[in-house]
């Protein structure tokens, strides 16, 4: 097992190049299962969930090839409706297939799926919403059990709270229904958007892109489709964090600042110089010794709020800060676990509930330590603060790195950073 070993103390200076989006490349594999043909994504980022989504579609019959960042993906051969265990369990979004199998087979049998352990995050919504369309769900022995006789009918379905991938399972089931399917109060991610910009382009008859409420005008088959990944808003937030807690000058190409508009004027806030052009964000953090980080109050909330995503990216970041800050994780209940990591690297945050108080460390005192990764942000939160700390930092269990970031190590050196894998 390997490990990720940085000497902090480095400005981050050059440019650095964002990979395809994760979280919404999983989706568009999955919607590859709803037509027969070969179906062409373009910039898909090589990771460790990426991966794992693919080995998951050929145990269900499909098969594909890569050449790059381009993936074909063959979903002719679909003839199995069963996503075990040993496949789903690394990896929430696995339960992305159950949609697209109930579409297309008519059943599906997919295991509870697994993941960082950040919180519950029950998939309810997806049964609740299945069930609206006249699908027969059971939970039996650790799987869920999902079929209907015929087509799925169309239906109204109300998300309590927006639901990224209950919204995402919806859709792809509901393109192939009978008649009109409304998902009223939908979570509104521009990864949702790149979703539902393929499945039009296979053929589906889908309204209301970025708005809370989509209306699916379900049809009888769908085609193999071509579609671009949208670049990583989550990979662009925490270079951009990066670059502000080790007081550097980058410029992050291939972005979408667009989906960035709470993080960017959080960093605002904190001091820093954002620069915004198409697809580019030039950050400018200035020495710290003259420039201190400002402290910046930050509450999650689904999209287009503070992405929950970049919660313990901006936490490390207010550990460097010269005041009070406090964080308020709305969205996941269990996602304060980096918290006694940085701690060990001489953080002082206190925990009351989902409420973070962070007591910057004014002359920047965060020294390198030995610690444990315990899921992918909270792991990105301690590369943070190892950049911007005095000595050598060891980060344990980097594999939950692997599953979100492309090649951090290559782009981290590129811009500047002592860092580089040993074993453990």
């Known amino acids: 097992m390997e490990k990720l070993v940085i000497e902090g103390g480095q400005a981050l200076t050059g440019e650095v190049a964002i990979s395809g989006a994760k979280n919404a490349a999983l989706p568009l594999i999955a919607a590859s299962l709803l037509a027969p043909g070969e179906h062409v994504l373009h910039n898909v980022p090589d990771l460790r969930d990426t991966l794992t989504i693919l080995r998951l579609l050929e145990s269900l019959g499909l098969t594909w090839k890569r050449d790059g960042s381009t993936l074909t993906i063959d979903g002719t051969g679909l003839r199995y409706s069963e996503a075990s265990y040993d496949l789903v369990k690394t990896m929430r979004a696995s339960v992305l297939v159950l949609g697209p199998l109930l579409a297309r087979l008519g059943r599906a049998k997919v295991s509870l799926p697994g993941g960082c352990a950040i919180g519950a995050r029950p998939i309810n919504f997806h049964l609740m919403g299945f069930e609206q369309l006249g699908v027969r769900c059971d939970i039996k022995h650790g799987y869920v059990e999902a079929s209907i006789d015929g087509r799925m009918q169309g239906g109204t379905v109300y998300f309590d709270i927006p639901s990224v991938t209950g919204t995402e399972n919806l859709l792809m089931a509901a393109a192939l229904a009978q008649g009109t399917t409304i998902i009223k109060n939908a979570a509104r991610e521009p990864e949702i958007g790149n979703l539902i910009d393929m499945l039009v382009a296979m053929g589906a008859d889908i309204e209301g892109k970025n ?120 969205i996941f209940e269990n996602r304060f676990m980096h918290v006694a990591e940085l701690q060990r690297m001489g953080a002082d945050i206190k925990i009351d509930g989902r409420i973070a108080m962070v007591k910057g460390l004014d002359q920047y005192l965060l020294t390198g330590a030995r610690v444990m990764a315990t899921d992918l942000r909270a792991s990105s939160s301690l590369v943070i603060a190892g950049l911007a700390a005095k000595g050598r930092t060891d980060i344990a269990r980097i594999y939950h790195l692997e599953r979100g970031y492309e090649n951090m190590v290559g782009k981290l050196t590129g811009l500047g950073a002592k860092v580089w894998k040993e074993d453990e």
């Open 211 to 330: 708005s809370d409420r989509l209306t699916i005008h379900g049809v009888e088959s769908l085609t193999a489709a071509e579609s671009t990944i949208i670049p990583d808003r989550i990979e662009a937030g925490t270079y951009a964090i990066a670059v502000c807690a080790t007081g550097g000058d980058a410029v992050i190409t291939q972005c979408e600042p667009s989906h960035l508009p709470s993080l960017l004027e959080k960093i605002r806030l904190t001091g820093a110089s954002v620069e915004v052009d198409k697809n580019a964000i030039r950050m400018i953090a200035g020495n710290r010794n003259e420039k201190p980080i400002l402290p910046v109050d930050v509450t999650t909330m689904p999209y287009p709020g503070y992405p929950t995503d970049l919660q313990a990216q901006f936490m490390a970041l207010m550990t460097m800060s010269n005041g009070l800050s406090v964080i308020n994780e709305t």
